[in-house]
């Protein structure tokens, strides 16, 4: 496995690990985030020659606007989930339950809401998009994979998710690779416009998973509605 791969592979991950540490209060997060973006940036159609993948892109898979999602994340026995309304990329609204916890985009201008206190966020990015988890940060995983030499990205069978129908898309690992890290992608992308319906990852073993104490990290995203979410609207003190 080469320099880039591992980075790539153990980047994209160690989100699921990551982001638990976060919602623990760790400063974990932080480094598995921003690796697991970094690697990740490419756009355009995937050139990668796996079966299935000329289709994919990432304007397309990240395209999906008005509409709510669920978001989790698993490590090590813990789970942290997120749900989410997005009307448009800068006007958007996520909610957790531990720590409970509102986060605003509201013109791309952030804000946060815990214990019924409203306070200022500053997001990393112009629109907010390390902070909202939604749709394009998966996307950006899935176009990730197709351009990790020996990963395999195929089509499945067909796949419905909020009233659309789609292709699904399965990543597996090198068989060469097996020993040192193993990881599983499935994905569901609408046939009718090319965007990201669901995506679920893992890493079942390998001897860098278990370095790097993700054996068993899980991640999801799933849309739950498309359409009927209107304009988000700053928070105000409760």
Known sequence: MTGVRRQVAIGAMILAAGVVAAACGSSAG?????????????????????????????SRLGSLTNYSFTTTAGNAGYTFTVTGEVHDPTDWETHSTSPAVTSYDVGG??????????????????????????????AQALIGYTHVTGIRIATGGPCSVAG???????????????????ETATACVANSTGA??????????????SAAHITGATTSFTVNTIGGIGPIAAPSAS
């Open 30 to 58: 932080s480094p598995a985030a921003t690796t697991a973006g970094s690697t990740a940036t490419a756009s355009g159609t995937s050139s990668v020659g796996s079966p299935g993948t000329a289709g994919l892109s990432l």
């Open 109 to 138: 201008r952030g804000y946060a809401v815990a214990i019924g206190q409203v306070m200022s966020v500053k997001f990393k990015t112009p629109d907010g998009l390390t902070h909202l988890n939604g749709e394009t940060t998966y």
């Open 164 to 182: 659309l129908q789609g292709t699904s898309y399965q990543v597996k690992s090198p068989s060469a690779d097996t020993p040192l890290l193993v």
């Open 196 to 209: 990201l319906l669901s995506y679920s990852s893992g890493v079942p073993g390998g001897s860098a998973a």
